[in-house]
């Protein structure tokens, strides 16, 4: 299969993560990114994740308690546009997004601009100096094209001398391959 967009976000994400950091996925889906921020983070970290599907956070719950992670991650039913209800300006490490729909799950249910940009910058409050946030966006099919519009214009809108954006694309992919983005705060 060779390198995708979980990938490269893990390998961004894992240069920065330390042991004890408090990290969010804003996105929890099937947990698989809260698993791996968990394993990052070690016995001493915390990950908060957030998903508006119950059926994603339980699943999420059951994957970190069958890898034996479940007492490192708080996992909450609740929109990624609330997380700053949940954590202190500048106490988080790393935060990554998925846009899109539940891999598998039910298709009628995806993020939207009108949540992830205010997710987005929630998470820039939260963000410690020389933290890093990670987006992956999902586009394709009949949802998801405004919605990449949005952000990819918004991320342009960030001020140059506190956010360093990076954002990548698959040349050779076909259809509507997701885009990886890279977010550095600067110290």
Sequence with gaps: MGINTVALTHA???RYLREGDLCIDATAGRGRDTQFLCEQVGERGRVLAFDIQQAAVEETRARLTAAGLAARAQVICDSHSNMARYAAPESV???CFNFGYLPGGDHTVYTTAQTSIPAIEA???L???DGVMSLA???GGQTGY???DALLAYLQTLDDKRYTVLT???A???NDPPIPVCLWKQG
């Design 137 to 139: 966006i999902y586009y």
């Design 123 to 125: 998470g820039l409050t």
């Design 146 to 148: 405004d919605e990449r």
């Design 172 to 174: 050779n992919r076909p």
């Design 168 to 170: 990548s694309t698959f």
């Design 93 to 95: 490490r790393c935060i």
């Design 12 to 14: 961004f994400m894992a």
């Design 127 to 129: 963000l410690a100096p």
